[in-house]
């Protein structure tokens, strides 16, 4: 029994370490495939949902922050985005947790960041449409929760196997991320505290933002698609990961 027990363990902290380095290695190319940069400074957004999917929510966030903050101090972007690259390792959770069907933490994560930013009055001055993506992710997730309470067991089934679940849970994970990120830049103030900010910034920032954001989500998403069926299919047959986790 001990030995089954360290065997899990070991297994788990390897599965987190090779995670973990390949988010360090997708966290360290800076270059963009688009012109800016936008919320993403690297190619973290590719590696994450992947990340989140094929692991549990806890073995999911843990590589992601391990990989981050790895990137991070090899290739220093400054102080703040150690703080701003938090984000990632929730998006991948979320991603993670929503491929498990597990809708109302992800339902409470959007809710409450969401009603955080809309009560903070600088949001009121922001263009409605440059959070659009985030305000498409969220209108996915309400649509697509009876589906999941209905049929728990149909999606526990169907979801690994399909072509648009993965994206879809890809999508709503980035997108959970960039909500992170909004939190504190703007419920939290640290577009004021960490930046200098004022509201004309605030806006060109967020007009900015509703064109890249939402092409590097796609891109993840759709790579999500593509891979997670083919990966999860190898690994269920080997038991080195468990989906339904």
Known sequence: MK??????????????????ALTAVSDLILESPLPYSGVWLSWIFMMEPITGI????????????????VGH??????????????GAP??????????????????GYYTLLL?????????????????????????CLIVTMPLIAKKAEFWKLESYRSFYMPALCAFIGLEADVLFRIFLLIP?????????????????????GAVETPIKAGL??????????????TLRKSDIISIED
């Open 90 to 107: 929730f998006g991948s959770m979320i991603s993670s947790l929503f491929f498990r069907g597990r809708w109302k933490h992800v339902l």
């Open 220 to 233: 993840a998403s759709l790579a999500s698609a593509i891979l997670i069926p083919k990966i999860t299919k």
């Open 54 to 69: 094929l692991l549990n929510p806890y073995a999911g966030f843990l590589a992601t922050l391990l990989g981050v903050m």
């Open 3 to 20: 030995k089954v027990k360290n065997g899990k363990s070991s297994l788990f902290i390897s599965t987190v370490a090779v995670f973990a």
């Open 115 to 139: 009603g955080a930013y809309f009560l903070t009055p600088v949001s009121w001055s922001l263009p409605f449409y440059g959070m659009w993506d985030v305000y498409l992710a969220f209108g």
């Open 188 to 208: 939290c103030q640290t577009y004021q505290l960490f930046y200098g900010w004022n509201a004309e910034t605030l806006q060109a920032i967020w007009a900015s």
């Open 73 to 86: 101090s090899i290739r220093y972007r400054g102080i703040y985005e150690f703080l701003f690259t938090l």
